[in-house]
């Protein structure tokens, strides 16, 4: 059993920064590929970012690559998402989630795949403003 409790969103002018940090409680954490989704009002929840377990491989959705940057620190069970020059259509309920996997399986577009992951967090809000 993992949980997972995300924290740092916040509300942020257009171009600004956030960085989201997601907390998981269990032993093990590098035996779970690890990835952020978002959820905007009225819209489908979509794949923003995955990493891997050892944290080797990485993949971004095509809406934040080169503008979010996720990482992981094994030691401390944490996976972070540094968000950059953050737009308006970021605006979203972003989650944590989890899935076992291989430490060293790397992520792939499969990896952007919601009904894959086992464990989620509760959600922590993004709102960029115009």
């Known amino acids: 059993q993992v949980q997972l409790v995300e924290s740092g969103g916040g509300l942020v002018q257009a171009g600004g920064s956030l960085r989201l940090s997601c907390a998981a409680s269990?032993?093990?954490?590098?035996?779970?590929?690890m990835a952020w989704f978002r959820q905007a009002p009225g819209k489908e929840r979509e794949f923003v970012s995955a990493i891997s377990g050892s944290g080797f491989t990485t993949y971004y959705a095509d809406s934040v690559k080169g503008r979010f940057t996720i990482s992981r620190d094994n030691t401390k069970n944490t996976v972070s998402l540094q968000m950059n020059s953050l737009k308006p259509e970021d605006t979203a309920v972003y989650y944590c989630?989890?899935?076992?996997?291989?430490?060293?399986?790397?992520?792939?577009?499969?990896?952007?795949?919601?009904?894959?992951?086992?464990?989620w967090g509760q959600g922590t809000q993004v709102t960029v403003s115009s």
């Open positions: 269990g032993r093990t954490f590098s035996g779970y590929t």
């Open positions: 989630a989890a899935k076992p996997a291989s430490m060293f399986a790397p992520v792939t577009p499969r990896s952007g795949y919601s009904s894959g992951y086992t464990y």
